[in-house]
């Protein structure tokens, strides 16, 4: 009888280290694509020519959920390409370009964006960076400031209604929605690219 007992204790630690080992890598699946990167597919046309409807892109969470722990402030980068909650509340969430930051004013007028702000009194084009090269003329009409804890996007398909944005009923957006920024595409293959 003793060999017996052996078996069944044997196959039950068997199980149960399977069982263990399925579940803490779940767990830990669950963990990275909640707090560290997740991939996401674009879904429209409001990122032309910069991506395209159905590409596969990985979005990087960590800088974000860091300032949670931490309850610091999260800001990105003027020409990040971010994915956000949208701001009434509903489960969708969008992906844009961030264009002005904290403390800038943004002018949307004659088919161009103007950001001042103290660095840049005159004012200067955000799109002026390499992105920008392949856009088309802005569509609207804005005047706005940036207020502490708000960024301003736009979608870099600036004809008129291709991008629900800062520039159109959006308004400037809370940092606090932000989900983390675009870092790679990965498909189509032959249009892989890191941001």
């Known amino acids: 009888t003793t060999p017996v007992n052996a078996k069944k204790h044997g196959?039950?630690?068997?199980?149960?280290?399977?069982?263990?080992?399925?579940?803490?890598?779940?767990?830990?699946?669950?963990?990275?694509?909640?707090?560290?990167?997740q991939s996401y597919e674009v879904d429209g046309s409001s990122m032309e020519p910069s991506?395209?409807?159905?590409?596969?892109?990985?979005?990087?969470?960590?800088?974000?959920?860091?300032?949670?722990?931490?309850?610091?402030?999260?800001?990105?980068?003027?020409?990040?390409?971010?994915?956000?909650?949208?701001?009434?509340?509903?489960?969708?969430?969008?992906i844009k370009r961030v264009i002005g930051l904290p403390g800038d004013?943004?002018?949307v007028s004659d088919g161009e964006i103007t950001v001042f702000n103290k660095t840049d009194p005159d004012g200067f084009s955000p799109d002026d960076a390499p992105y920008g090269k392949n856009l088309p003329e802005t569509a609207g009409n804005v005047d706005v400031s940036v207020g502490s804890g708000e960024i301003f996007v736009s979608g870099d398909n600036r004809i008129p209604g291709a991008s629900l944005d800062s520039r159109s009923s959006l308004g400037n957006i809370d940092m606090d929605?932000?989900?983390?920024?675009?870092?790679?595409?990965?498909?189509?293959?032959?249009?892989?690219?890191?941001f």
């Open 105 to 107: 004013r943004v002018v």
């Open 177 to 194: 929605l932000i989900v983390g920024k675009l870092v790679l595409r990965l498909y189509p293959f032959q249009d892989f690219e890191t």
């Open 51 to 94: 991506l395209q409807n159905k590409d596969r892109l990985i979005i990087w969470k960590l800088p974000r959920t860091w300032a949670r722990i931490t309850d610091n402030d999260y800001s990105p980068q003027r020409g990040d390409v971010i994915v956000f909650h949208k701001p009434d509340g509903s489960e969708e969430q969008l």
């Open 11 to 37: 196959g039950l630690r068997g199980f149960l280290s399977t069982f263990l080992l399925i579940g803490g890598a779940l767990v830990f699946a669950i963990i990275i694509n909640q707090f560290i990167f």
